[in-house]
């Protein structure tokens, strides 16, 4: 039974003690495949998330021509064990210039950079296309730098966007090896691309732009690359942090107390959160969820505003006082920031939407990534927040949220599934929340809204209607298909 196109979601009326499983992560896993697919031999990822777009990834390479094989994963729902049969640097298929070898990559934007590099080791012609929104997102500064490796790339509208042919020409070896320079100022999924393809490719990639936005998930990829079984064995998969800030937030919003040192006590967690790898930028986010929600900001330097926490018994007079030294402090050094370059990745999306609970305005800087993604997110988050009661200010790429009185609306997604994700959880706390088109969750978390409705403690146990019968949906009914 699929999801209705609309349905609410019922602020939670106690708190839940809950610890949270979260399918695996989508840049590590769609990463992984590659170079499983580049390996010498047979690699089987462990807790590989299976959603949409990690789904397009497997079909298109078994389109290629790689034995592909997926098993159910009994620790997680969302997740499968994938085995991959590497052909240590080759592509075992290829079409021709009159019939190029189609592979669909839907608005997977990791999928139609990280192919357009893989297909180039193959030795036919290759042509790559998506959805209308896929059509629409930034490819030149990969197919520049692949042309400067001496490989032939074809935008069909002439504008170095998909869909466009690439004509393999195998990997570079001895004298034949070339350099080129990716620059990731639209994004880093260029230069992780050609850094999968590198060493079986025998390309020198030099990456240009360090300072952009997305450069963390460039080192996630070297990271990757030097710890992969490249020779054949066993990877484990580690659990996605962005989709796992969703269940934090949710933790954040009944937080009834806050500790001394700065981090948000809540009774919800995420269980196996990743802590040590430090590959993924979202992992971060409990640390800025405190800064937003506590007035714990920096907002110039390393300078940090001094004050109480805001706490159960927190008096009047206080409050009164505390707010007029904030007015002060902001009048001196600037509004509080969180930025998407140096601070959150996806996860800032969360923040946005949660900001207006704030009790002081808060901006986010550095978001013209975001406009680039699977819908124009800056001017979305905007408007959404909006329809709910907000008060946001767009400038260039940045958004100020103020404090505002929220409350219910029907949210448009516009196909993104963080959209609808974000809003789902702000509908935890605001009455009459309702989500257009939440199907849209599978691009990444097709059993998310189960993971809401599910009881403690593996749930939040949060009660989900349809939006137009007003009757409670069982899980069942709230699977993204």
Excluded at 184 to 197: D, K, P, R, V
Aim: proline share 5%.
């Amino acid at each position: 039974m699929p999801l209705p196109e609309l349905i609410e979601i019922v602020p939670l009326d106690n708190p839940v003690h809950a610890s949270i499983t979260v399918p695996g992560s989508k840049s590590i896993t769609n990463r992984a495949l590659i170079l499983a697919a580049l390996a010498r031999g047979e690699v089987t990822l462990e807790g590989a998330l299976w959603s949409e777009d990690t789904q397009i990834m497997v079909d298109c390479l078994q389109d290629l021509g790689f034995m592909v094989n997926v098993a159910t994963d009994p620790a997680e729902s969302g997740n499968r064990n994938i085995m991959v049969y590497g052909k240590g640097g080759s592509v075992p298929r290829g079409g021709t210039e009159e019939r190029p070898l189609e592979l669909f990559v839907g608005n997977a934007g990791t999928a139609a950079r990280f192919l357009a590099a893989l297909v180039c080791m193959g030795q036919g012609v290759y042509r790559l296309h998506g959805v209308s929104r896929m059509h629409e997102r930034p490819q030149g500064a990969l197919f520049k730098a692949l042309r400067e490796l001496g490989y032939r790339v074809d935008a069909e509208a002439g504008n170095d966007k998909l869909p466009a042919r690439i004509y393999g020409g195998g990997p570079q070896t001895g004298t034949a090896a070339r350099s080129c320079t990716v620059s990731i100022e639209e994004s880093s999924q260029f230069a992780s691309a050609l850094l999968l393809c590198a060493g079986p490719g025998g390309w020198r990639v030099e990456v240009s732009g360090e300072n952009s936005e997305e450069s963390p998930y460039v080192s996630m990829t070297s990271k990757l690359i030097a710890v992969f079984p490249s020779e054949g064995g066993i990877f484990r998969v580690e659990p996605d942090a962005s989709s796992g800030t969703y269940f934090l937030a949710a933790g954040t919003l009944q937080a009834g107390n806050f500790s001394g040192s700065g981090s948000l006590q809540t009774s919800v967690t995420v269980a196996n959160w990743p802590q040590t790898s430090d590959w993924q930028m979202d992992s971060r986010f409990s640390i800025h969820m405190a800064r937003l929600m506590l007035h714990q900001t920096t907002a110039s330097g390393s300078e940090q505003i001094e004050g109480e926490h805001w706490g159960k018994d927190w008096q009047e007079r206080r409050q009164r006082e505390y707010g007029q030294y904030l007015e002060r402090f902001f009048a001196e050094h600037g509004l509080p920031r969180i930025s998407r370059k140096t601070d959150l990745g996806d996860s800032i999306m969360m923040a946005i939407v949660l900001a207006p609970l704030a009790k002081h305005p808060i901006e986010f800087i550095d978001l013209g990534r975001l406009r680039l993604q699977e819908c124009e997110r800056v001017a979305a988050l905007r408007e959404q927040l909006t329809r709910c009661g907000a008060m946001v200010s767009e400038h260039d790429d940045s958004l100020t949220v103020h404090p505002s009185r929220l409350h219910g609306a029907e949210i448009e997604t516009y196909d993104d599934h963080r959209m609808a994700m974000c809003f789902a959880i702000l509908g935890l706390k605001i009455a009459g929340i309702k989500i257009k088109n939440p199907a849209c969750v599978k691009k990444t978390f097709p059993n998310f809204f189960q993971k809401l409705a599910a009881p403690p403690p593996t749930g939040l146990g949060a009660a989900i209607l349809d939006g137009k019968s007003g009757l409670r949906l069982q899980s069942g009914a709230l699977f993204a298909q």
